[in-house]
Each structure stands twice: as C-alpha cells, then as structure tokens.
C-alpha cells in the first residue's frame, strides 16, 4: 500500500511520524509534497527512505491512499490542482474540518473520507475522529480504521458532531494546557513554588486522571466526588471554580462552532456550491 501526503506542517508531520514511529507504515510506502519543500527535505532526513515528490500531482499519482493537510481555504486551488489526476479507486482522506465530504465528493470521483487528527497522537494516544464518504466500502473502512489504532483510538462519528467532537479530541489539549498554565502560574506568583516542581506535579496528574476516566472506568462526576469530601478543601474549591466558570464552557463552544460555519460558508463559496446546513 503506497500512502501519500499533501501538506507536512504541523498536523501532516505529526501523522507522518506516528505512521512511521508506532509500525503502521515503512518511510518507503510514504510518498509526501510540501508548498516549502525544505520541511518535506527535513522529514526525509528523518525518516529514511522517506519519498519526497516534486510536485502534489506527483503524490497523487503514486499514491493507493491520498491525505490532505492542507488549510481549509487551501483546498479548492488543490483540488483543481489534482483532479485530472485522481483515480475513482483513491481513498482520499482529508483531515480538515471544515471542509465537508460533499465538497470533495463533487469534486472528486474517488472515494472520500476525512479524519480528524489530535496532537495527541505523538505519544500514541487520544481519539481520530472518522467521517466517510457515500463511495467508501467497507474494506475501506476496515484499512483506515487499522491504519488510524496503531497510535489512536478511531471513532466514527457523523459529520455534523464533527466540531463538538473536535472541541474534545483536537482543540482540548490546548484548552487544558491553557488551564494548567494559568494554574501554574497562579500557584508560583502566590507561594513562590518552582515552575519546574509544579508542572512536573501537574503533568503527572492530567496523566493519570486520564487514565483513571479511560481505564478506571469512572466519569468527571463520579471522580469529583470520589475525591471531594463534604465539607472540605476540594469541595470548597469545586464551588468557587463553578461560580467563576459559569457560561465559561458555553462561550467556548460558541466561538469554536462560530469559526467552524464562517470557514463552511467561505469554502462552500470558493467550492461554487449552495450553502450546507
């Protein structure tokens, strides 16, 4: 199986070196093509054996399996870019939000899935988020869903859960580790605690609540109140975070679904299509 991939910025790299580091694929089954060639250049120093195409028609060309990293407003100069090039028995894969199936079903005639990646997925770990396209069968299903576990757990979810999905899975650890820093922060300004002591203190605990939620089989409230004796400190401290926070998360959830539609209704534009609802 040879395996393309357009655009290895931050996301594109990050898949390439889990395919390669977690054993779902050999750097000679890899065929990438970069805007900037030198970061393509980099990852083939990296990874040797590693193909670095001249051009992305080329990638397309020698590619069974195509993923597309690009930015979403990328994609429509890509795809007219590519589309002459494209076989109807390609799985493409996008890993884009915002950029809907149907924009590329309309595009393309191959089949068409999109997969939304988390930063995660360095350490062998966290959720990809799987949408598949009407032309997708099951044997495609089953390579992508083998391919996406040696380093993540797969989840198929409709397109239409796909940035509250994202909120968790790909934008969550960012929002955690903004929480922890201010925390951080707040614990060395206050006590004169080492920055160093403190992380490492933190750090461990996201670890192993993690855990504790996935393999210990607990939910948020249950560890809440495993923890939080009536009456004392942490209890105290839950009801002032839940005063501090209200609406907090329901802000969050606005302005990541408000970028999400105006990015929807600015591709479904360039990609000359009514808009999707």
Same mark, same amino acid.
């Given at each position: ?49 590693? #193909?670095?195409?001249?051009? #992305? ?221």
């Amino acid at each position: 199986m040879k395996v393309g991939m357009i655009g290895t910025g931050s996301m594109g790299s990050t898949l390439l070196d889990a395919f390669i580091h977690f054993g779902a694929l050999q750097p000679q089954q890899l065929f990438i093509s970069n805007r900037t060639i030198k970061k393509s250049l980099a990852l083939s120093e990296r990874h040797e054996g590693l #193909n670095v195409c001249r051009n #992305n028609v080329q990638t397309v060309r020698c590619s069974d399996v195509l993923f597309i990293c690009v930015k979403p407003l990328q994609f429509p100069s890509l795809i007219q870019e590519i589309k002459d090039d494209v076989r109807p028995n390609q799985l493409i894969i996008s890993i884009t939000s915002p950029v809907q199936l149907a924009h590329l079903e309309n595009s393309l005639c191959c089949k068409i899935a999109k997969v939304i990646p988390s930063v995660t997925h360095k350490v062998g770990s966290g959720a990809s988020l799987v949408m598949y396209g009407s032309r997708i069968e099951e044997n495609d299903k089953q390579f992508l869903h083998d391919l996406l576990s040696s380093f993540s757990k797969p989840l198929e979810i409709k397109e239409s859960q796909a940035r509250i999905n994202s909120d968790f899975s790909s934008c969550g650890p960012a929002f955690m580790s903004f929480f922890l820093s201010k925390w951080i922060d707040a614990a060395i300004e206050m006590t004169g605690s080492s920055r160093e002591e403190v992380t490492c203190l933190a750090s461990e605990m996201i670890l192993g609540t993690g855990k504790l939620l996935t393999q210990g089989g607990l939910t948020p409230l249950q560890l809440q109140e495993l923890i939080a004796v009536p009456g004392g400190i942490t209890a105290q401290a839950l009801l002032q975070l839940n005063h501090n926070l209200d609406g907090v998360f329901h802000q969050l959830i606005t302005t990541t679904h408000h970028k999400y539609d105006e990015d929807v209704k600015e591709l479904d534009k360039l990609f000359g299509r009514p808009e999707i609802n």
